[in-house]
């Protein structure tokens, strides 16, 4: 596994290992071991998978503590625009964000720790995305950013408006959301 950083501390995208032939490929897409060794050691609790159409934009989401979720996400095949916040309060990025294309070709994963919100768009037909995560949802402690504040100012390279879902249309701006100390 190769481990890009992206400029944010604690967020980092990870490239594995791929070994190809002419009958295809094969590559671990996640090893605890090494994950521990590169990234920190994390327990994770439950997997997640959603498939969309394009167009669908999920996000900004996060929880807060005692049940703030570090995610490790990827693309299972399509292709989305994965965006990661920082809302660290402490951090020298705070409220900047991270972007990028994770496909189901470049087998690319993001490392987000407690401390981020995120979100994705669908840019193909369809995707399937998967995400491993180290704290159960809890409606209690989870929250939305507004996916199109203006203070974050990201790009979601939408040639068309999105399809959100009722809690993503009603997320709160940056400036007045709960964060991280």
């Known amino acids: 596994m190769k481990v890009h950083p992206t400029g944010i501390d604690g967020l980092l995208l990870l490239e594995p290992t791929k070994f190809g032939d002419d009958r295809g490929y094969f590559f671990e897409s996640f090893n605890e071991k090494r994950f521990a060794e590169n990234v920190g050691d994390y327990t994770f609790v439950q997997d997640n998978q959603s498939g969309s159409v394009r167009g669908v934009l999920r996000g900004l989401h996060y929880q807060l503590e005692p049940q703030a979720q570090g995610k490790l996400v990827r693309a ?31 087998n690319l994963q993001l490392w987000i720790p407690p401390g981020f919100a995120h979100g994705f768009v669908t840019l193909s037909d369809t995707a399937v995305f998967q995400y491993k995560v180290t704290r159960y949802w809890s409606k209690d402690h989870e929250r939305c950013i507004a996916w199109d504040d203006p203070e974050l100012g990201i790009d979601w390279k939408l040639d068309m408006a999105p399809l959100l879902s009722a809690k993503d249309t009603q997320g709160t701006r940056f400036a007045e959301a709960d964060m991280f100390a």
């Not at 916040?85 to 972007?99: L, N, Q, W």
């Open 76 to 106: 299972v095949s399509g292709t989305v625009l994965d965006v990661a916040v920082d809302i660290r309060r402490s951090s020298p990025t705070f409220g900047k964000h991270y972007a990028v294309e994770l496909t189901g070709e470049n």
